[in-house]
């Protein structure tokens, strides 16, 4: 059977996942592996060094650079406090002391005899991993991370902004064809995720981060929305270190798009259940996408899955169901009926491999396979 191959996106209901937690530099793994974790455990920890700060101490004290350190109340490592006094001069009959006063609490780093400058460094800033999901470690990078394995639901979207957060999925769209409107979001849905259907507007985004909702997930948002909450034009760098106070994972596209009914089905059926999602996205080389993940304990189902995931992943076929990405389809499903071989010619006179795919409705419609990604449902 002919077939292709073209990046993949993951609707899932259930399979074998591996999360790698990692640290941003050397610390400490604070689990073994074949240990059981939670997602909100902490994994891994290290300390970021604190920034510094410069203090000119010698114009301070009106002083000559090679003097400073005599004049030093504090040594180098010394830990010193905000407005404490950490170098004086004699004065004059005790009287008329220039004093130099600490900007930060911290410690003396180091003292320069050549510029006159101290260098104050502010505390470390802890930095911690979670789990993220729960699962089993299957393997620890020594002074690094760990690897967490579980088996669940897992789902990635289109596009997203905000970063790792986790909590219990509330599905408030009666169907996928549903906006999600500010008045549906409740004080009670405080550390939920909430489930949308066709579009998520900024007002229903403020009153959810209101009250205190950890994510949205929905089909659409609209682009002049979407620059509203943020503040800025987004670009295509990636995602996910936005400060907005949610994560936002978008399923099908920009606009009023209706979620795909598998997916809202699949979320339907997990409702209630503890829900892990990132809206980090990265639309260049490198994909990141957006993702939802809820693990759930499997019926020994995870075989037989994992060698299907393993063996289609990204691979077109006769019958694939796909996402066009391209106008004037954009973000409408369909499934191939047609892989030709042969090259064919596009209005702008490039040649390119193409496929043809039978829409929703039934129309057929010739696409470059580069405007398609292929949907791996489980």
Known sequence: MAHAYTPGLKVTEGMTIQKERRL????????EAGATVKAEDVVAKADLPGNVQLLNVANLLSVPPEEVAEHMLKPVGEVVSE?????TTKGLFGLFKSQARSPIDGTIETISDVTGQVILREPPIPVEVKAYTDGTVTEVLPDEGVTVETYGT??????GIGGETIGDLVVVAASSSD???????????????????????????????????????????????????????????????????????????FGSIAMAEQTFT???????????????????AGVVRPEILIPWVSDGAETAEEGKDGSTEGVLEVGSLVR??????????GRVTELPVELQNLETE?????????????????????????????
């Open 324 to 333: 066009i990405i391209r106008e004037p389809y954009f973000g409408q499903l």
């Open 266 to 284: 699949l979320l339907k059926a997990r409702e209630g259940m503890q829900t892990s999602i990132n809206g980090a996205t990265q639309i260049r």
């Open 350 to 378: 490039a040649q390119v491999r193409v496929l043809r795919v039978e829409l929703a409705d039934g129309q057929q419609t010739t696409l470059p396979r580069a405007n398609v990604e292929a949907i791996e449902r489980g």
């Open 154 to 159: 897992y789902i990635q979207g289109i596009f």
């Open 24 to 31: 941003p530099l050397e610390g400490e793994v604070l689990v």
């Open 83 to 87: 407005d404490e006094i950490i170098a």
């Open 179 to 253: 906006a999600l409107t500010a008045e549906q979001i409740q004080p009670e849905h405080r550390d939920n995720i909430l489930v949308g259907g066709s579009l998520v507007t900024t007002e229903a985004i403020q009153k959810a981060i209101q009250n205190g909702v950890k994510g949205v997930i929905a089909g659409g948002i609209d682009d002049a929305d979407l620059r509203e909450l943020l503040g800025y034009e987004l670009g295509v760098a990636i995602t996910g270190s936005e400060q907005i106070g949610i994560t936002l994972v978008i399923t099908e596209g």
